[in-house]
C-alpha cells in the first residue's frame, strides 16, 4: 500500500467547504500575511493550508474561531494547555500574582523559590536550577552548561530528536535525515561540535565516546524517543545510555520539555527510572505562560553564576534575560503542578489517548487504509505503515494537512498538530466519541 493521495478536484471541493465555514480566518489570514511572515507569529499552526483557523476564545478541551466554530482541541498549544485552557486554578494564580507584581518584575519575589521547590519535589534528579523563557532556550543553554563544567566542546544528539531551533542542537531535528533542512542561517562549520547518531544503538553511541574521547561534554536525548515518542526507543536504551556516559565521564541529558509533567508528573525519567545529570523543562511547567528551565547536579549546575562569594556574580557562565522567572509563569506554574498533584489529569489524558489511538486503528482497518495511530502516553502519534522517512516527507505532509484539513471540517471539528495529537487531562470519553466521528468523516475523503 502507499500514502493515500487526493485528486485536485477532491482536493478543490474539501478546500471549498473549508473557505465556506470559515470566511473570517480566511480574510484575518490575507491581513496578517501582508505584515507576518509565515511563520512569525505562531509557528505552528501557520503551516496549515489552504490557510490557519483563527481563533476567538478557548476554553477547557475547545476552541472557538472568529467564525464561531466550535473545534475539540487536541492541538493544546503543543500540549502547553495540558489542563484546559483558561484552567480556573490557574487563572486565579496568575490575578493573584498580578494584583501583587503587576505585568513584569525583574526582581528577587519569592513565587521562583516555590517554583523550583515544587520542580524539585517531582525530580529528584534536580538539585539545582536555572528558569529561562522557553524549551529553546532552555536546550541551548543547557549544552554550555555541559561545556563550561566539562571543558569539552562536542555534544552528541540523535537523529530526528528535536531540541527547539537554537543553533546548537538543530540539525537533523524535523526527522531523521533532514539535516540541515531550515538550518541555512547556521554556518555549516557549527555542526562540527554535533555529533548526530542513530538512535538505538549503543554500540555506535560507544564508539563515537572512544573515537572523540575526551571531546564530547554530553549526550542529549527527547528520553521516550524523537516525536516526543513517535519514534520510540527500544527499551533499555535509557539505561544502556546512562552506564555509558558513566562509564566515559560524559554527561547525560533529558529533554524533557515535551515530556515532563505528562507522561508522569516527575516526566520520563520517573517512568523509566534513569536519572540524567541535567534535565531541561518548558511548556507546560509554567502554567501556559512562556517559561524554559534547565536543573540537575548542583556541581553541574554550579557553573552558573560563580559559588566563590568574592565573585558572587561572576560565573564562568553569565545567561542574563529580562523575563527570566516571569512572576506570572512562577505563579500559573506552581498552580499547574499543584493541579496535577491533586487530580487525576495525567491518568485520564492517557486513557483518553489509548482510546484515540484504538478508535483510529478500527476505523482505517474497516476503510482498509495504510494509516496507523499509536500511543505514547497521552500523545497519540500517526504511521503511513510505519513509515515516515525523508524521502517520503512531501507526501507525508501533504497527506497530513489533508487529513487536518477535514477534521477542521467536522463539527464539532478537531484541531491537530503535524503528525500527533496531543491529549488534555481534561478531554472527556464524549470528546473522544465526536473526534473519531470527525477522524472517520476525515478518513473517507480518501475513499
Ligand atoms: C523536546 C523539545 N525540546 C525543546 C523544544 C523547544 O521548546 P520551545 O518551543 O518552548 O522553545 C520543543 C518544542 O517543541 C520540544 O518538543
Redesign the pocket.
Same mark, same amino acid.
Given at each position: 500500500m502507499s500514502i493515500p493521495k487526493l485528486s485536485d478536484e477532491k482536493y478543490r471541493e474539501v478546500v471549498a467547504a473549508y473557505e465556506k465555514k470559515t470566511p473570517k480566518s480566511k480574510l484575518l489570514n490575507l491581513e496578517s500575511r501582508k505584515y507576518i511572515v509565515p511563520m512569525g507569529a505562531p509557528?505552528y499552526m501557520i503551516w496549515h493550508r489552504p490557510y490557519p483557523l483563527f481563533i476567538d476564545n478557548a476554553k477547557g478541551s475547545k476552541l472557538y474561531d472568529v467564525d464561531g466554530n466550535e473545534y475539540i482541541d487536541m492541538f493544546i498549544d503543543?500540549g502547553i494547555s495540558y489542563i484546559g485552557h483558561k484552567a480556573p486554578a490557574i487563572r486565579k494564580a496568575i490575578d493573584k500574582a498580578l494584583d501583587k507584581y503587576g505585568f513584569h518584575l525583574e526582581m528577587c519575589a519569592e513565587l521562583a523559590t516555590k517554583w523550583a521547590q515544587k520542580v524539585m519535589q517531582h525530580y529528584p534528579s534536580i538539585k539545582k536550577i536555572k528558569i529561562v523563557n522557553?524549551?529553546?532556550? %532552555? +536546550?541551548e543553554l543547557v549544552c554550555q552548561i555541559a561545556r563550561a563544567f566539562t571543558g569539552k566542546t562536542k555534544i552528541i544528539k540523535f537523529a530526528g530528536?528535536?531540541?527547539?531551533?537554537n543553533g546548537v542542537l538543530s540539525y537533523d531535528a524535523l526527522a531523521a535525515g533532514s539535516g540541515t533542512l531550515f538550518t541555512l542561517g547556521i554556518p555549516n562549520n557549527h555542526w562540527d561540535n554535533l555529533i548526530n547518531l542513530p538512535p538505538n544503538d549503543i554500540g555506535i553511541v560507544e564508539k563515537a565516546l572512544i573515537d572523540n574521547r575526551d571531546q564530547v561534554a554530553a549526550v542529549v536525548l527527547?528520553p521516550l524517543g524523537a516525536s516526543?515518542g513517535g519514534k520510540p526507543l527500544i527499551e533499555g536504551f535509557q539505561k544502556q545510555l546512562r552506564e555509558l556516559t558513566t562509564k566515559y565521564n560524559v554527561l547525560l541529558v533529558f529533554?524533557?520539555? %515535551? +515530556?515532563g509533567f505528562r507522561v508522569a508528573i516527575g516526566g520520563a525519567q520517573q517512568v523509566l527510572g534513569v536519572t540524567p545529570d541535567l534535565t531541561?523543562l518548558?511548556?507546560p511547567a509554567g502554567g501556559g505562560i512562556?517559561m524554559?528551565a534547565v536543573g540537575g547536579r548542583e556541581d553541574v549546575m554550579s557553573v552558573v553564576g560563580a559559588l566563590d562569594p568574592k565573585a558572587e556574580h561572576f560565573g564562568p557562565l553569565f545567561p542574563m534575560g529580562s523575563f527570566c522567572a516571569h512572576p506570572l509563569a512562577m505563579a500559573a506554574g506552581i498552580a499547574f503542578i499543584e493541579e496535577l498533584e491533586k487530580g487525576d489529569y495525567i491518568q485520564n489524558s492517557i486513557d483518553r489517548a489509548s482510546d484515540l489511538a484504538k478508535g483510529i486503528n478500527e476505523i482505517t482497518a474497516r476503510l482498509k487504509m495504510d494509516v496507523s495511530a499509536h500511543a505514547i502516553y497521552s500523545i497519540v502519534h500517526f504511521g503511513l505503515n510505519g513509515k515516515f522517512d525523508m524521502s517520503q516527507v512531501i507526501e507525508v505532509f501533504e497527506f497530513d494537512l489533508m487529513i487536518r484539513l477535514g477534521l477542521l471540517l467536522g463539527n464539532p471539528g478537531v484541531v491537530v498538530l503535524p503528525g500527533h495529537v496531543y491529549m488534555s487531562g481534561v478531554m472527556t470519553e464524549k470528546d473522544i466519541q465526536k473526534s473519531l466521528a470527525a477522524f472517520e468523516t476525515a478518513f473517507k475523503i480518501y475513499k
Open positions: 509557528a503543543q522557553s524549551g529553546n532556550e %532552555a +536546550t530528536h528535536h531540541h527547539g531551533w527527547e516526543t529533554d524533557e520539555v %515535551a +515530556t531541561c518548558g511548556k512562556p524554559g
